[in-house]
């Protein structure tokens, strides 16, 4: 392994090589010659490292820190405890990953500390001082500053079993075809939290559920991608470099709203357009003519695995929904008349599933068509839908009733709303 050295060590050397020779007393209480040996590493380099004379390089680094269950921030100066905090709420657990910096960045961590222990939107704006207005909005601010500038990071999400072993037991009843695939359910209870933490915590279960179904795949792996919020979550989770090389196909082409900074789909647009960001094999989009577009909506049917979302028409209309329907050239007032209770790839749907206006909207070739996802759904592919919120439980139902979805990831509140519905009949 290679190191760096210089003759007299500098403040920056000094400093990691005092902190490398705490964690080695404190956490191991093991001589340097023990750590040496057990990292395989020459006694006189580990010893010029712990004296400042030499610095390894970031393999080496990323090596010790793992090595001392500790973090790369707190070897190279950025924490001041050789550990992150860390946190469990219900069914989060949780890290701060470095000290704040400023008011701001207080009131982010205190945010995201709150949500994770099922407060409220409201709750948590009283108690951080922020507006009463729109504390949904308010708060999600903040949490969003915290996870996009990392102060905050997921280690640990514990699915609700009970409730998602209910919950399955009920649709597989309810939904005969779901019986003829891999069905799977998972719910986090996460209470009354604000959106984005919801979103959050969502997208980090569906990065490991990717991670775990690329594992038993050992062939060229692709992926589909429906921009939404939780499903920007997912990739944001996966930006670590834990995701081995795939391509990324976006399902949908009409246009993302995509702001500077923390938005719905600008994760999920940039793992698509800037994919060696994410160790990512991204699709060129810079697509010249309109069957160049087709051809590209087709290869994106292939693929092994679907990350979506769903939009409701339920409690409003969505500013995405919206957009949709101006593309298409639908009347809303039409859509709700017709059944329309939220749409699947853009395709308005009925809580039975059947789609409307699919010819007209087919025509446009704004996004896959739905039979791709039922193809995938009957090879035994999973399509998964990422969701949240009570008020989707129609759209979902709609979705699982027409075959495009056979799996799952959604919070306790939409689990207890759609069991409320089939109890309804």
């Known amino acids: 392994m290679n190191s760096s050295s210089r003759s007299t060590p500098d403040r920056f050397q000094r400093d990691f090589g005092r902190r490398l020779a705490q964690l080695r007393i404190q956490k191991k209480k093991l001589s340097q010659a023990s750590v040496a040996a057990e990292l395989k590493v020459h006694l006189k380099k580990y010893s010029r490292w712990e004296q400042g004379y030499t610095l390894p390089s970031l393999p080496e680094c990323q090596e010790l820190a793992g090595y001392f269950e500790s973090t790369l921030d707190f070897l190279i100066g950025g924490l001041e405890a050789p550990n992150p905090i860390r946190r469990k709420n219900g069914a989060v657990e949780w890290m701060v990953t470095r000290p704040p910096r400023n ?10 500390e709150l949500a994770a222990a099922s407060a409220t939107p409201a709750e948590i704006a009283r108690s951080v001082g922020l ?5 949904d909005v308010e708060v999600g601010k903040f949490i969003g ?3 996009q500038k990392g102060l905050v990071q997921v280690l640990k999400v514990n699915e609700d079993q009970s409730l998602s072993e209910e919950l399955r037991g009920r649709l597989l009843a309810e939904i005969p075809k779901l019986q003829d695939g891999n069905f799977q359910v998972l719910v986090a209870s996460l209470g009354l939290s604000p959106r984005k933490f919801r979103a959050n915590i969502l997208g980090y279960l569906a990065s490991r559920f990717l991670l775990k179904h690329r594992r038993k795949c050992h062939h060229e792996y692709a992926i589909g991608l429906v921009g939404g919020f939780a499903v920007s979550q997912m990739v944001y989770h996966l930006q670590r470099g834990e995701l081995q090389e795939v391509t990324a196909y976006p399902w949908t082409l ?6 500077v900074g923390y938005s719905a789909n600008s994760l999920v647009s940039h793992m698509v357009f800037d994919g060696e960001d994410y160790r990512v094999q991204g699709v060129n989009l810079s697509i010249a003519n309109e069957a160049e577009m087709h051809a590209l909506l087709e290869r994106a049917g292939l693929c092994d ?10 409690g409003g209309m969505s500013e995405r929904f919206a957009t949709l329907l101006y593309l298409y050239n639908l ?9 329309g209770v939220g749409d699947v790839l853009g395709y308005p749907v009925r809580e039975n599933g059947e789609l409307l206006f699919e010819e007209e909207i087919a025509e446009k070739r704004w996004s896959v068509r739905p039979d791709k996802l039922k193809n995938l759904v009957s090879m035994k592919k999973p399509v998964v839908g990422i969701i949240f919120g009570q008020e989707k439980a129609p759209v979902t139902l709609g979705a699982l009733r027409g075959g495009t979805i056979n799996t799952l990831i959604i919070d306790d509140r939409l689990a207890g709303s759609l069991l409320a519905r089939l109890d309804e009949g």
């Open 131 to 135: 507006t009463q207005d729109q504390p």
């Open 305 to 314: 695995i679907v990350f979506m979302g769903l939009g409701s028409l339920q």
């Open 145 to 147: 500053d915290a996870i």
């Open 254 to 259: 009409y246009p993302a709203r995509i702001q």
């Open 331 to 339: 009347d809303p007032e039409e859509v709700l008349s017709n059944g």
């Open 103 to 112: 008011d701001g960045e207080r009131k982010a961590i205190k945010c995201y």
